[in-house]
């Protein structure tokens, strides 16, 4: 069984930086990948980061590259989401997720994603 909890979230102003976590429960051993989405009022849900457990590879999307970095602490089975410089257009929730089986490639699409957490608000203040 697969348990996602985020945290980390809030308010912040354009420019600064916020670290969220993901703290995950399960056979994470034989997880395949974790990403981080969001999801912005009326807009639909993007990916943002995503690291692949089998090769330790990260992917980050072009709209965030060179400001936000993903990373994970195998002992804490957590993963990160670093995210300096923000803007006020990185306002959304952002949410974690796990792919649990082999994909055909070390990058995961988004609806390929099998479990999705709750979620944290993070708002970029201009």
């Known amino acids: 069984q697969v348990h996602l909890v985020e945290s980390g979230g809030g308010l912040v102003q354009a420019g600064g930086s916020l670290r969220l976590a993901c703290a995950a429960s399960?056979?994470?051993?034989?997880?395949?990948?974790m990403a981080w989405g969001r999801q912005a009022p009326g807009k639909e849900r993007e990916l943002v980061a995503q690291?692949?457990?089998?090769?330790?590879?990260?992917y980050v999307e072009d709209s965030v590259k060179g400001r936000f970095t993903i990373s994970r602490d195998n002992a804490k089975n957590t993963v990160y989401l670093q995210m300096n410089s923000l803007k006020p257009e990185d306002t959304a929730v952002y949410s974690c997720?796990?792919?649990?089986?082999?994909?055909?490639?070390?990058?995961?699409?988004?609806?390929?994603?099998?479990?999705w957490g709750q979620g944290t608000q993070v708002t970029v203040s201009s």
């Open positions: 690291i692949s457990f089998t090769t330790g590879n990260t």
């Open positions: 997720a796990v792919r649990l089986s082999e994909y055909y490639s070390d990058y995961v699409s988004l609806w390929k994603y099998d479990s």
């Open positions: 399960g056979r994470t051993d034989s997880w395949y990948s």
